[in-house]
């Protein structure tokens, strides 16, 4: 477990000193002593969790447990390699359309509907948006004009 910033009360926080206890390992990245949001990874640090300020930080305590090498890419992954969504095949395009009325979904529920990751929606509601043909709600809710 990585912790990367918690305050001092956090539920992040509480999850991390469970994990001490049952020796498990934890990792934190320090932070501003001055940073109220630093507070809980800083006390971690105090109480035995590693501190981490790069990738080998965390490779060089899980090689030994995991027993083999962890090889990063040299190099950073392509934007093909991301995810990132190509162009919207049409039958997604028009199954989105038609899940959107003059009611309002919300964005979540049009991922679910439709079976279209969450890429390909954005993608579909940024065009209808760009073209005039959406509004926006209240709550997050996405309209047909």
């Not at 910033?5 to 934190?28: D, H, P």
């Not at 090689?63 to 990063?72: F, R, S, V």
């Not at 509601?125 to 926006?136: P, T, Y």
């Amino acid at each position: 477990m990585v912790i990367v910033e918690a305050a001092k009360r956090s539920g992040s926080l509480i999850t991390a000193r469970m994990a001490l206890e049952q020796g498990r390992e934890v990792f934190a990245v320090p932070g501003s002593p001055i940073d109220p949001r630093a507070e809980g990874t800083n006390g971690l640090i105090k109480q035995g969790a590693a501190v981490v300020t790069e990738a080998d930080d965390v490779i060089s305590v899980l090689q030994p447990i995991l027993g083999q090498a962890i090889e990063l890419p040299a190099r950073e992954p392509s934007r093909d390699t991301l995810g990132t969504p190509g162009e919207p095949e049409s039958d997604e395009r028009q199954r989105i359309v038609s899940l959107l009325g003059p009611l309002g979904v919300e964005i979540d529920e049009l991922v679910r509907q439709s079976g279209a990751s969450a890429a390909t929606v954005r993608m579909v509601l940024l065009e209808l948006e760009i073209a005039g043909r959406i509004e926006r709600q209240a709550g997050g809710r996405i309209a047909l004009r």
